[in-house]
């Protein structure tokens, strides 16, 4: 328990925040890269993902092939896909710019899985009369989606978004094996120096990070709920869910923690 | 190629030590999860706890987790025992919820029809609630068996000798042949632990195959009708 105290007084020292300190710290630099690092693929992944998932979802084609995606995305190493990448990209990129290129490039593909599973099953499993009465009413396939699908299948789309949120800070802290900055930076650099108040210091402030952001999307998860929204409705479309297997957990973890508390 | 077959050893050693490293957290995780979703089961108020407190440890970032645990556990930062705990800690994380919906989902009808033939719930469970939850289980499982073989790759990094080993030294030498055969050689592991647990769920639950497709039958026209 000691390690952690003295972690925590590492955290909390006043010197470790002076602007200009020797890397890793100043600490709340670290923090800001890690967090520019998650937004931008976070971003980057969403442009990709959402429409294709929206189209998934709304047309019911390729199904078979998100699902099969994101199992076999799930089995990929995710040290082995940054390290391949930062030596193809080095050897075409200057080596100052390869470990945030290849680190980019890598984040973007595994954040892309979850927010693809959740915006496709959100869209799913809207119900089916709601969707049928908005054509009834005249509207076309477009604004079926914009308007009725996609609204009402906010906490889903929102909770795959998370989930590559999570993905992403995890990932970005064992990029700073290839050089990244970020939070890793103090991990590996307390590795190196055997310095115990480092490893656990940067260690609690990933974790801290991660929580927060977490608890932030569970936050909007529950603000963009409305009466009729897919997932509560969820007891209903469970069985359904259930056979599609690998899109379900990503499903499951998308609304994580409250859902169950609601449907009591 | 070549100097696929000049270190084959190394690669075989390490894929061993991979495969090992898997396991344990595989089993442990399903062990111990499976009670814990049963007891979210049964009491309602240890529901939120359970599963809120799997999410929460799901949340912790793999590589954090991995440098933690020396200090918890008083082992060395090196020790493959802390990516073990790590490891079984996500896979219990991630199973929880999985098991506790999956024992939810069995039918009422069932459990009230054992208990009337007379079988104590410790019988009525392994014989009848475990059974009819098991496909839910099982693609639980799956999943939990390929995240946990792709994450033990992450404990190269604090010197564990797995397939993680191939991607930092491969990195260090700048050979992407090596990288390339480490990747492919975690898939592989993981497509035959994913084909292994279907082919023993074919063999333990001779009756999903059908049962599945009769429920997609009945279940989706329902679905799309209601």
């Known amino acids: ?264 | 190629m070549s100097w696929f077959i000049e270190n084959f050893d190394l690669i075989a050693g390490l894929t061993g030590n991979h495969v090992a490293l898997s396991i344990v957290p595989i089993v442990l995780g399903f062990v111990i999860a499976v009670p814990l979703g049963w007891i979210a089961n049964r009491w309602l108020a240890l529901r939120s706890i359970v599963i809120a407190g799997g999410s929460l440890l799901y949340t912790i970032p793999s590589l954090p987790l991995f440098v933690m645990l020396p200090y918890l556990l008083g082992t060395r930062i090196t020790d493959d025992r802390n990516i073990v705990v790590a490891l079984t800690i996500y896979a219990v994380a991630m199973m929880v919820r999985i098991a506790a919906d999956a024992l939810a989902a069995v039918p009422a009808e069932a459990i009230e029809a054992a208990t009337a033939m007379g079988y104590s719930p410790w019988t009525r469970f392994w014989q009848v609630e475990f059974p009819l939850a098991g496909p839910v289980l099982l693609a639980g499982l799956r999943v939990v068996s390929a995240s946990t073989i792709a994450l033990v790759s992450v404990g190269a990094i604090i010197g564990s000798a797995n397939l993680g080993y191939l991607y930092t030294n491969g990195k260090q030498r700048d050979f992407l042949e090596e990288i390339v055969i480490g990747i492919m050689a975690s898939l592989i592991i993981a497509l035959v632990f994913d084909v292994v647990l279907v082919l023993l769920s074919r063999v333990l639950m001779p009756w999903s195959r059908q049962s599945s497709r009769a429920k997609h039958r009945s279940i989706l026209p329902v679905e799309r009708v209601a």
Do not use: C
């Open chain 1, 1 to 264: 328990m000691q390690f952690f105290l003295d972690a925590f007084r590492w955290l909390l020292d006043p010197a470790n925040y002076v602007a200009g300190s020797q890397s890793p710290l100043p600490i709340q630099d670290r923090i800001g890269e890690h967090l520019f690092y998650t937004v931008v693929s976070v971003m980057i992944a969403a442009v990709i993902a959402l429409p294709l998932g929206f189209y998934i979802g709304h047309t019911g084609r390729g199904r078979q092939f998100v699902i099969g995606f994101t199992g076999a995305m799930r089995a990929l190493p995710t040290l082995g896909l940054l390290m391949a990448l930062f030596v193809i990209v080095g050897a075409t990129v200057p080596f100052t710019q390869a470990a945030f290129v290849a680190s980019i490039i890598a984040l973007v593909i595994l954040a892309v899985p979850s927010i693809l599973a959740g915006a496709y099953a959100g869209i799913e499993s809207v119900d089916k009369n709601t969707v049928d009465a908005g054509r009834a009413s005249g509207m076309t396939e477009l604004q079926v989606l914009i308007r009725v699908e996609i609204p009402l299948s906010l906490p889903l789309i929102i909770g795959g978004i998370r989930a590559s949120a999570m993905q992403v800070i995890a990932t970005a802290v064992i990029a700073s094996y290839i050089s990244l900055g970020g939070l890793g930076t103090i991990i590996s650099s307390g590795i190196g120096l055997n310095d115990n108040e480092r490893i656990l210091g940067g260690a609690i402030l990933v974790t801290v990070l991660a929580l927060v952001i977490d608890w932030i999307f569970a936050l909007v998860q529950r603000l963009t709920r409305r009466r009729g929204s897919s997932d509560t409705r969820r007891q209903k479309t469970h069985v359904r869910d259930r056979s599609l297997g690998p899109v379900t957990v990503a499903a499951t973890t998308a609304d994580e923690g409250e859902n169950n508390v609601r449907s009591k």
